[in-house]
Nanobody, 127 residues
Framework: QVKVVESGGSSVQTGGSLRLSCAIS????????MAWFRQAPGKEREGVAG???????NLKPFAKGRFTISKDKDKNILYLQMNSLKPEDTARYYC?????????????????????WGEGTQVTVSS
């Protein structure tokens, strides 16, 4: 049974940094797309960044230059380093995983197809 657990969410001020972690257990497939999504109150969930098993990273425009996605392969933990945070980054951040690498190419289009999801971790950025 695959289990996805996010952590690291907190309240920070504008310009601050956070590192989110996503621990994935029970995942045995050699290929994967692992990704971060977020959902702000009253808004649809949107993709933030994805990383596939070939090492290809896909970041949304708003994340480029501020966020970094990485993975510790030994510990099977996905990270999202977020710098220069803005109030509009306030959202619940979710981690998702799927064996299909191609799903990383368009996170928003195929987000409903991600097989495994966590419960999310809250990020609040105050001005």
């Amino acid at each position: 049974q695959v289990k996805v657990v996010e952590s690291g969410g907190s309240s920070v001020q504008t310009g601050g940094s956070l590192r989110l972690s996503c621990a994935i257990s029970g995942y045995t497939a050699s290929s994967y797309c692992m990704a971060w999504f977020r959902q702000a109150p009253g808004k649809e969930r949107e993709g933030v960044a994805g990383l596939d098993s070939s090492g290809n990273a896909n970041l949304k425009p708003f994340a480029k230059g501020r966020f970094t996605i990485s993975k510790d392969k030994d510990k099977n933990i996905l990270y999202l380093q977020m710098n220069s945070l803005k109030p509009e980054d306030t959202a619940r951040y979710y981690c998702a995983a799927d064996p299909w690498i191609g799903i990383c190419n368009n996170l928003d289009r195929w987000q409903e197809d991600f097989r495994y999801w966590g419960e999310g971790t809250q990020v609040t950025v105050s001005s």
